[in-house]
């Protein structure tokens, strides 16, 4: 597990950690309708250097801009 | 559970009333109108095909780019939407989807098994909304491979709606589907959003519109004058979780499955696989487009189809109507000057394989069969390929009418709207913007274009944009006034201009872009197409840079949904590369008869030689071409590929070496945008913005061609 309170962006590549908060609303509903929501467990599929990363909940997977990462709160 | 029940009055949907008519493009009908709704990538389409078999009407939205497909179905009407995660506003396609949805009588949802948690959402939405319902259960396949079972009864009862498995690509479960359709039903809701509907239903009186108000519609709302709701996160949270329960009841992980899948997909996107993936993947696109279909079908299509056959038989026919005196069979002193070039390239390029020069005179006379097959495999290479025609048909060349009449000369003439503009948009775009979409459709299909925007993002970023901008400008390789309308999609209007500006700058639309390449594959040199692709890139970034310092602001990151890796079903390809290749090819003509007009008037009156001679200390001195390539440029201004396909003529004919091709294709790439797409321009971003980049275009242009030459030459 990772440290408590870390950011999206520092999650190494297959780790799973837990969604914490995400602060951008329009961000937040979006992520809702694909099955992710605070709370959610994810896993870090891929990180592509200096990329974005990809996320996987369950069989749905969804790419993450490097600087949208760094906003999202995980545990 | 109970309270749930009694809301769930199952009511069929004959006794709906139709509310269509002449609302958008929906021909009228006396039947109902069903709609087909689902998620991106759930093979909508195939069951859109299969319901509405031949004749479609293929739309762009009022006001949008978004297509939209209507059909028949018996007397019904049936219509696609786009793929959407749910209805609401955040973008172009929600809003079309959502005002479809809002007029149909029935809707057929169409989910995909293996992603129901994702996919039930907008379901559970479509349900709320209050509409008669019918789910399609789609890739039921796929689902038994990835080793899930979803118990399609116990989701039907709990959803209220009937839910019919299928696998499209095989047409199973679509007579079920249609069995179903009679019983379609308004299905369940949660208790707190009953609650909500309920007390928004008094004010608004519509379900449908009293949910997207709930959840914050600002157009919907303001349509009844209402404030926005503001409680959208707390019913999307509580659909969610609803959903979420529904899955857990319903699906059930038999067992581990098959990963290849999965596998594939990250092979595309990891750098190490990914990057030699994506290498190979534009050298089929280029093989495809740029090597089979820019060379050999064009040279197939355009030279013996439309030149050799076609244009004398307009000719022939415009000139049995026309004044005998009216008429010539001399050649012109323009045509003669080809010759010369032609006679002097096939001598420079034939060397020894001749015991004599050609001269103008003696290609035309020469035995066709005779000097081509004595030629080696080495040598016919080296010839461009209207050299080769004129050795080897060379009465071809010469057996042309001259119309001294203007109107003749406008019909059938060199630029003729029977000859010149027919030949272009038939013989030389068609099959190029079929290459384009045919490459587009298996893209997209495949589920690659995801991962190339998610691959893209980083250095999308380094140009403030976010890797979906890959989406805009993959579409302006195909059609840049299109691609100008998508930018709607981004999320800010910094991202929407630097999109704009790229877009209207450096790329090159698709029969553009299929001229360029056919134009570097004839400079023959490696160096030629390198430099080329060197130059474009360096503006791209440059422009890209400088934009994204000067605007103000931030852009918006990346976060899209990696749909899984199929392989592309060739029906299904080969009718959206139709439906779109039509939709271009109806669009380009009226234009293309503007700009060959526009040349031949501009020809007859003797304009054409004053603006060659404006632009010659431009186009000889700064950028150092023959001074005809200022006609390529005024086409240039009308279309985009027009202008490069003036430049394919002069290119062929052997008039310019590899660097001066190169370099006018640096400038018609960088110049101006079509008069559709600078119109569009002007539209979406503004006056002010639209005409800057307009003008910029220019100065860019011939600021970039001239230093290219002027280091190079």
Redesign the interface.
Same mark, same amino acid.
């Given at each position: 597990m990772t440290k408590p309170h870390t950011h999206l962006s520092e999650v190494r590549a297959g780790r799973e950690v837990r969604i914490v908060a995400i602060p951008d609303e329009e961000i937040r509903s979006q992520l809702i309708r694909f099955g992710i929501s605070e709370g959610s467990r994810v896993v870090c599929e891929v990180k592509l250097p200096l990329g974005p990363l990809v996320l996987r909940h369950n069989r749905q997977e969804i790419a993450v801009g490097r600087q949208l990462a760094k906003t999202i709160r995980v545990s | 559970m109970e309270a749930e029940k009694r809301t769930a009055n199952v009511e069929h949907m004959h006794r709906h009333q139709h509310r269509h008519g002449h609302q958008g493009h929906v021909p009228v009908t006396t039947g109902r109108k069903i709609v087909l709704a689902g998620n991106p990538n759930v093979g909508k389409s195939v069951f859109f095909n299969h319901f509405s078999g031949l004749y479609v009407d293929v739309s762009n939205y009022p006001g949008t780019t978004i297509e939209v497909t209507t059909g028949r179905m018996g007397d019904d009407t049936i219509m696609d939407t786009p793929g959407i995660? =749910?209805v609401s506003s955040?973008n172009d396609e929600e809003r079309v989807a959502r005002d479809i949805v809002l007029q149909a009588d029935v809707i057929i949802n169409v989910v995909d098994a293996?992603?129901l948690?994702?996919d039930l959402?907008?379901t559970q939405q479509l349900i709320d909304m209050g509409k008669p319902l019918v789910v399609a259960l789609n890739f039921m396949d796929e689902a038994a491979i990835?080793g899930i079972e979803v118990d399609a009864d116990l989701l039907s009862d709990m959803l209220g709606v009937p839910v019919v498995p299928t696998v499209a690509v095989t047409g199973k479960g679509f007579a079920e589907l249609e069995q179903a359709l009679p019983n379609a039903a308004k299905g369940l809701q949660g208790k707190e959003m009953h609650r909500r509907l309920h007390e928004m239903l008094k004010e608004i009186g519509s379900q449908p519109e009293a949910l997207m108000i709930l959840e914050g519609d600002p157009i919907i709302a303001a349509r009844h004058g209402v404030e926005p709701g503001k409680d959208?996160?707390e019913i999307?949270?509580a659909r !969610?979780e609803r959903v979420?329960d529904i899955v857990k009841h319903c699906v059930r992980e038999v067992s581990a499955g098959s990963h290849l899948r999965a596998h594939v997909?990250?092979w595309v996107?990891?750098?190490l696989t990914g990057i030699p993936i994506l290498i190979v993947m534009l050298f089929l696109v280029y093989e495809l487009i740029a090597v089979l279909i820019a060379q050999k079908v064009v040279n197939f299509t355009e030279i013996e189809l439309m030149k050799g056959h076609w244009e004398p038989a307009v000719q022939r026919l415009v000139a049995r109507v026309s004044k005998p005196e009216s008429i010539t069979k001399e050649p012109t002193p323009r045509l003669l000057a080809r010759l010369e070039t032609l006679a002097t390239e096939a001598t420079e390029e034939l060397g020894d394989a001749l015991e004599e020069t050609i001269s103008p005179a003696g290609l035309a006379g020469w035995a066709p069969a005779g000097l081509v097959e004595k030629l080696s495999p080495e040598l016919r290479a080296k010839l461009s390929p209207v050299a080769l025609t004129a050795i080897s048909d060379p009465a071809n060349y010469l057996d042309r009418y001259h119309f001294k009449s203007a109107v003749a000369y406008v019909l059938a003439g060199e630029f003729g709207v029977f000859t010149h503009t027919v030949r272009y948009l038939l013989g030389l775009l068609l099959p190029l913007v079929i290459g384009f979409y045919l490459a587009l459709a298996i893209l997209e299909d495949s589920g690659y274009l995801?991962?190339l925007?998610?691959?893209m993002? !980083?250095l999308f970023?380094a140009v403030g944009l976010? =890797?979906r901008a890959v989406i805009p400008v993959i579409l302006g390789f195909g059609c840049v006034t299109m691609a100008t309308i998508t930018t709607r999609l981004l999320r800010t209007e910094r991202e929407k201009t630097i999109t704009a500006a790229i877009l209207n700058l450096v790329i090159p639309c698709s029969a553009q872009l299929g001229v360029i390449a056919g134009l570097l594959a004839v400079t023959g040199s490696a160096t030629c197409m390198a430099l080329y692709v060197a130059v474009i890139v360096l503006c791209l970034i440059i422009i890209g840079t400088l934009l994204d310092r000067v605007l103000p602001g931030q852009s918006s990151?990346?976060?899209?949904?990696?749909p899984p890796m199929r392989l592309p079903r060739p029906d299904n390809v080969f009718r959206k590369t139709l439906v779109r290749t039509y939709n271009f090819i109806r669009e380009a003509f009226p234009w293309f008869v503007f700009g060959s007009l526009l040349v031949a008037t501009m020809q007859v009156t003797g304009i054409l030689n004053v603006w060659q001679a404006a632009l010659r200390p431009l186009t000889v001195k700064w950028l150092q071409l023959p001074p005809e390539t200022a006609t390529a440029f005024v086409m240039g201004m009308v279309r985009r590929d027009f202008g490069a396909a003036g430049l394919n003529d002069l290119a062929r004919s052997g008039a310019m070496s590899g660097l001066q091709i190169v370099i006018s294709l640096i400038v018609i790439t960088l110049f101006v945008p079509c008069i559709a797409s600078t119109v569009i321009l002007i539209k979406e971003r503004g006056a002010k913005e639209g005409l800057t980049i307009w003008v910029g275009t220019w100065v860019v242009a011939f600021l970039v061609g001239g230093i290219v030459s002027q280091i190079f030459i």
């Amino acid at each position: 597990m990772t440290k408590p309170h870390t950011h999206l962006s520092e999650v190494r590549a297959g780790r799973e950690v837990r969604i914490v908060a995400i602060p951008d609303e329009e961000i937040r509903s979006q992520l809702i309708r694909f099955g992710i929501s605070e709370g959610s467990r994810v896993v870090c599929e891929v990180k592509l250097p200096l990329g974005p990363l990809v996320l996987r909940h369950n069989r749905q997977e969804i790419a993450v801009g490097r600087q949208l990462a760094k906003t999202i709160r995980v545990s | 559970m109970e309270a749930e029940k009694r809301t769930a009055n199952v009511e069929h949907m004959h006794r709906h009333q139709h509310r269509h008519g002449h609302q958008g493009h929906v021909p009228v009908t006396t039947g109902r109108k069903i709609v087909l709704a689902g998620n991106p990538n759930v093979g909508k389409s195939v069951f859109f095909n299969h319901f509405s078999g031949l004749y479609v009407d293929v739309s762009n939205y009022p006001g949008t780019t978004i297509e939209v497909t209507t059909g028949r179905m018996g007397d019904d009407t049936i219509m696609d939407t786009p793929g959407i995660y =749910g209805v609401s506003s955040f973008n172009d396609e929600e809003r079309v989807a959502r005002d479809i949805v809002l007029q149909a009588d029935v809707i057929i949802n169409v989910v995909d098994a293996v992603h129901l948690e994702r996919d039930l959402f907008l379901t559970q939405q479509l349900i709320d909304m209050g509409k008669p319902l019918v789910v399609a259960l789609n890739f039921m396949d796929e689902a038994a491979i990835e080793g899930i079972e979803v118990d399609a009864d116990l989701l039907s009862d709990m959803l209220g709606v009937p839910v019919v498995p299928t696998v499209a690509v095989t047409g199973k479960g679509f007579a079920e589907l249609e069995q179903a359709l009679p019983n379609a039903a308004k299905g369940l809701q949660g208790k707190e959003m009953h609650r909500r509907l309920h007390e928004m239903l008094k004010e608004i009186g519509s379900q449908p519109e009293a949910l997207m108000i709930l959840e914050g519609d600002p157009i919907i709302a303001a349509r009844h004058g209402v404030e926005p709701g503001k409680d959208r996160e707390e019913i999307y949270i509580a659909r !969610r979780e609803r959903v979420n329960d529904i899955v857990k009841h319903c699906v059930r992980e038999v067992s581990a499955g098959s990963h290849l899948r999965a596998h594939v997909g990250r092979w595309v996107l990891q750098p190490l696989t990914g990057i030699p993936i994506l290498i190979v993947m534009l050298f089929l696109v280029y093989e495809l487009i740029a090597v089979l279909i820019a060379q050999k079908v064009v040279n197939f299509t355009e030279i013996e189809l439309m030149k050799g056959h076609w244009e004398p038989a307009v000719q022939r026919l415009v000139a049995r109507v026309s004044k005998p005196e009216s008429i010539t069979k001399e050649p012109t002193p323009r045509l003669l000057a080809r010759l010369e070039t032609l006679a002097t390239e096939a001598t420079e390029e034939l060397g020894d394989a001749l015991e004599e020069t050609i001269s103008p005179a003696g290609l035309a006379g020469w035995a066709p069969a005779g000097l081509v097959e004595k030629l080696s495999p080495e040598l016919r290479a080296k010839l461009s390929p209207v050299a080769l025609t004129a050795i080897s048909d060379p009465a071809n060349y010469l057996d042309r009418y001259h119309f001294k009449s203007a109107v003749a000369y406008v019909l059938a003439g060199e630029f003729g709207v029977f000859t010149h503009t027919v030949r272009y948009l038939l013989g030389l775009l068609l099959p190029l913007v079929i290459g384009f979409y045919l490459a587009l459709a298996i893209l997209e299909d495949s589920g690659y274009l995801p991962r190339l925007a998610t691959m893209m993002d !980083r250095l999308f970023n380094a140009v403030g944009l976010n =890797g979906r901008a890959v989406i805009p400008v993959i579409l302006g390789f195909g059609c840049v006034t299109m691609a100008t309308i998508t930018t709607r999609l981004l999320r800010t209007e910094r991202e929407k201009t630097i999109t704009a500006a790229i877009l209207n700058l450096v790329i090159p639309c698709s029969a553009q872009l299929g001229v360029i390449a056919g134009l570097l594959a004839v400079t023959g040199s490696a160096t030629c197409m390198a430099l080329y692709v060197a130059v474009i890139v360096l503006c791209l970034i440059i422009i890209g840079t400088l934009l994204d310092r000067v605007l103000p602001g931030q852009s918006s990151a990346l976060l899209i949904d990696l749909p899984p890796m199929r392989l592309p079903r060739p029906d299904n390809v080969f009718r959206k590369t139709l439906v779109r290749t039509y939709n271009f090819i109806r669009e380009a003509f009226p234009w293309f008869v503007f700009g060959s007009l526009l040349v031949a008037t501009m020809q007859v009156t003797g304009i054409l030689n004053v603006w060659q001679a404006a632009l010659r200390p431009l186009t000889v001195k700064w950028l150092q071409l023959p001074p005809e390539t200022a006609t390529a440029f005024v086409m240039g201004m009308v279309r985009r590929d027009f202008g490069a396909a003036g430049l394919n003529d002069l290119a062929r004919s052997g008039a310019m070496s590899g660097l001066q091709i190169v370099i006018s294709l640096i400038v018609i790439t960088l110049f101006v945008p079509c008069i559709a797409s600078t119109v569009i321009l002007i539209k979406e971003r503004g006056a002010k913005e639209g005409l800057t980049i307009w003008v910029g275009t220019w100065v860019v242009a011939f600021l970039v061609g001239g230093i290219v030459s002027q280091i190079f030459i």
